[in-house]
């Protein structure tokens, strides 16, 4: 019997079946990787996203940014060391308005700081300002100095309109009520000017009055209205309290006739917010009346209380 010869394959194409089986078990390995069984020649890349096995590759694949991610303020923080009672301020200083009055050991978180001043955050949506000797640094505050912007608060290029009511002297004996508003502009922080109008109802009781070196007993019973151009300079601009004086010209109408004046005051406006306020003065007007040859003189006193209203 004789034995068959079996052909044995060349080594070329030994090696070509031993790639081409070798290339089909890489294209599955994948395919068992996704089913539990691990791929000695895959690797896991860990990411934000998730972890992608890509065979002999590697591809990371870029955490996609959180949509409204709301800001977080670092973790510095410092405690209240005072009593019952630690005064927050609406800035860094005392003469900013309080927001609040704390207990003792109450933390805050700190996102700023300015000289001796800690800009701590109250709640989600408020903050205020804590002077450094009522308070005990938790944290390292380096890097938290913060410098306000000189210009955050200036009025300068607003407009303000203000009504007023008060109480109005003629000559400085008669009493009577008075009301008016103004219009004016912030040409600086410091400087406004101002344009008005205000209306009185002047009575004095009979008195004996000298006219030609003749005596003759008469009242006084008349409507007034005056118009004022005025200049005010502010001492303390971009503050809440904050006191001016003013001077300007203007005219005074009565019994048919029209005189010129010049006017003068001093007051104090306090600021309840950005825009609203509220405004005390007193103020001097002077101009004469009567014939060319017989001017009277006329100093008047106008004490008011006002609110106004920026725009």
């Known amino acids: 019997m004789v034995a068959k010869r079996v052909p044995v394959p060349p080594p070329g194409l030994r090696m070509l079946v031993a790639l081409v089986m070798l290339g ?34 590697t591809v990371v694949v870029a955490p996609s940014p ?15 060391i005072g009593a019952a009672r630690n005064v927050v301020r609406s800035g860094p200083g005392d003469s900013f308005a309080v927001v609040g009055v704390y207990k003792g050991d109450t933390e805050f978180l700190v996102f700023a700081k300015s000289g001796d001043w800690y800009g701590v955050k109250l709640s989600e949506t408020e ?31 607003a407009f303000l309109i203000e009504g007023y009511a008060g109480g109005y002297a003629f000559d400085q004996k008669s009493n009577s009520f008075v009301a008016g508003g103004r219009l004016g502009y ?8 101002e344009g008005g109008v205000s209306w009185t109802h002047v009575y004095r009781p009979a008195e004996i009055v000298e006219s030609l070196f ?23 601009p971009g503050r809440q309290m904050v006191p001016y004086v003013s001077a300007g010209m203007g005219s005074s ?11 003068f005051g001093a007051g104090t406006t306090v600021y309840l917010s950005r825009r609203t306020a509220v405004r ?32």
């Open 24 to 57: 089909a078990w890489t294209h599955a390995a994948p395919a068992l990787a996704l089913e539990g069984t691990p791929s000695p020649d895959s690797i896991a890349v860990e990411t934000a996203a998730g972890t992608v096995p890509l065979g002999d590759s």
């Open 66 to 80: 959180a949509m409204n991610a709301p800001i977080v303020v670092g973790s510095r923080r410092v405690r209240l």
């Open 127 to 157: 903050t205020g300002w804590v002077h450094h000797s009522l308070c005990k640094e938790m944290d390292d505050m380096e890097g938290l100095e913060f410098k306000p912007n000189p210009r955050l608060y200036s009025r300068t290029g």
């Open 186 to 193: 912030y040409v600086f922080d410091r400087v406004i000017v």
């Open 214 to 236: 003749n005596l003759s007993l008469e009242a006084e019973d008349f409507q007034m209205l005056s118009y004022q151009f005025m200049a005010t300079y502010e001492f303390l």
């Open 253 to 263: 109408i009565m019994e048919g006739e029209s005189e010129p004046s010049w006017n």
């Open 280 to 311: 005390w003065e007193v103020r001097l007007f002077h101009f004469e009346t009567g014939a060319a040859n017989a001017r009277q003189p006329h100093d008047n006193v106008e004490l008011t209380l006002g609110s106004l209203y920026l725009f």
